[in-house]
């Protein structure tokens, strides 16, 4: 009997570059920013990302623009979603339950914990100018600071799969 051994290559392509946002608002007030200064369009999308992590559901907000005209495609993502986990313990009585509250912060990419928002780009046919859109980004007043991320060195990478 013959052997069959089936080989899973990583079909993770590195088109896309990554930028790392530094700021406190929030993930709408981010967008509108964006868009005011650099020229995007971003809209929010219908549908977050969502995925369950130990029994709680997960949902971080995500941005987008297509610009047809140069054929890339904008991501911007929250890193952080807060979610609310509750506990009920029984103390034995009939009547006395005690139930205890905990916020749990989850992250998109665990091993950039300090990041607010990614901004996710992708071109299939030209390379973005990512010094022009990080300069103006880091222009914005309620930015901390923004750079460019290196996705080669990135270990949950596969949560930036937004298709």
Not at 72 to 83: A, D, E, F, G, R
Not at 99 to 107: D, G
Request: aromatic share 10%.
């Amino acid at each position: 009997m013959a052997i069959h051994k089936l080989i899973l290559d990583d079909d993770f392509n590195n088109e896309f570059s990554l930028i790392a946002i530094h700021c406190s608002e929030e993930a709408y007030k981010m967008a509108y920013m964006l868009n005011k200064h650099v020229p995007l369009q971003l809209v929010r999308k219908s549908l977050d990302i969502d995925f369950s992590n130990n029994g709680l559901e997960v949902t971080f907000p995500i941005f987008e623009y297509e610009d047809d005209l140069s054929y890339i495609l904008y991501h911007l993502v929250s890193n952080k979603s807060k979610s609310l986990s509750a506990k009920v313990h029984s103390s034995g009585g009939l009547f006395d339950k005690i139930a205890s509250e905990k916020t749990v912060t989850t992250y998109l990419l665990k091993e950039h914990k300090n990041v607010d928002f990614f901004l996710k780009i992708h071109s299939d046919y030209e390379k973005v100018p990512i010094r022009n859109l990080l300069s103006t980004i880091n222009k914005i007043e309620q930015v901390i600071s923004a750079y460019s991320i290196e996705i080669e060195h990135l270990k949950s990478k596969n949560n930036l799969i937004f298709n």
